[in-house]
T-cell receptor, first 115, second 116 residues
Framework: GAGVSQSPSNKVTEKGKDVELRCDPI?????LYWYRQSLGQGLEFLIY????????KSGLPSDRFSAERTGGSVSTLTIQRTQQEDSAVYLC?????????????FGDGTRLSIL | AQSVAQPEDQVNVAEGNPLTVKCTYS??????LFWYVQYPNRGLQFLLK??????LVKGSYGFEAEFNKSQTSFHLKKPSALVSDSALYFC??????????????FGRGTQLTVWP
């Protein structure tokens, strides 16, 4: 079956612009996660959604970052007024639910480059 | 707080030799432990997990990992390495309870190189 799908695969933008990154999770997965991977920081948790519960936003690095999940499926991560330190690979993952023993399944990520 | 340490940035082994990639963890409550592999320009691919039960867990592509509660370790092993195993390996832990339930905490990653 289809895995986690992320788009775009690459994004290059100028400093100060807003960007939107999209994640389409595996069908039936109620939990959805965003992580950021960068050389200096490794893999960092950003935010996760579980069903209709309030998302855990505690990993978002600043108020320029936000995410939403519409209809319990597709999620969009938005970065406003991008800065060069936002350059990283943004990974999305999904799992059956947050409390299950099932692993998180990852997409191939969006490579974001801020000029 | 949850954390994972992978003490080796790089591991180099010859094809056909056994390999070990080390991981230690710290977690509140019981640990759920995972190993992932990442190939260039790809996302993380799940290899195996420990939730409960036997300390030796087997996963994809001939990999296995041994959970050691007293040493808080979860080392990844393979009896005979292949050149195609060359990749970046991540150990991850998550708690079985609490406000961070669901969130994975990753180690820094270990680059495995298997030479012919």
């Amino acid at each position: 079956g289809a895995g986690v799908s992320q788009s775009p695969s690459n994004k290059v933008t100028e400093k100060g612009k807003d960007v939107e990154l999209r994640c389409d999770p595996i069908s039936g997965h109620t939990a959805l996660y965003w992580y950021r991977q960068s050389l200096g920081q490794g893999l960092e948790f950003l935010i996760y959604f579980q069903g209709n519960s309030a998302p855990d936003k505690s990993g978002l690095p600043s108020d320029r970052f936000s995410a939403e999940r519409t209809g319990g499926s597709v999620s969009t991560l938005t970065i406003q007024r991008t800065q060069q330190e936002d350059s990283a690979v943004y990974l999305c993952a999904s799992s059956l639910d947050q409390g299950s023993n099932q692993p998180q399944h990852f997409g191939d990520g969006t490579r974001l480059s801020i000029l | 707080a949850q954390s994972v340490a992978q003490p080796e940035d790089q591991v180099n082994v010859a094809e056909g030799n056994p390999l070990t990639v080390k991981c230690t963890y710290s977690v509140s409550g019981n640990p759920y432990l995972f190993w992932y592999v990442q190939y260039p320009n790809r996302g993380l691919q799940f290899l195996l997990k420990y939730i409960t039960g036997d300390n030796l867990v087997k996963g994809s592509y001939g990999f296995e990992a041994e959970f050691n509660k007293s040493q808080t370790s979860f080392h990844l092993k393979k009896p005979s390495a292949l050149v195609s195993d060359s990749a970046l390996y991540f150990c991850a832990v998550r708690a079985d309870r609490g406000s961070t339930l669901g969130r994975l905490y990753f180690g820094r990653g270990t680059q495995l190189t298997v030479w012919p």
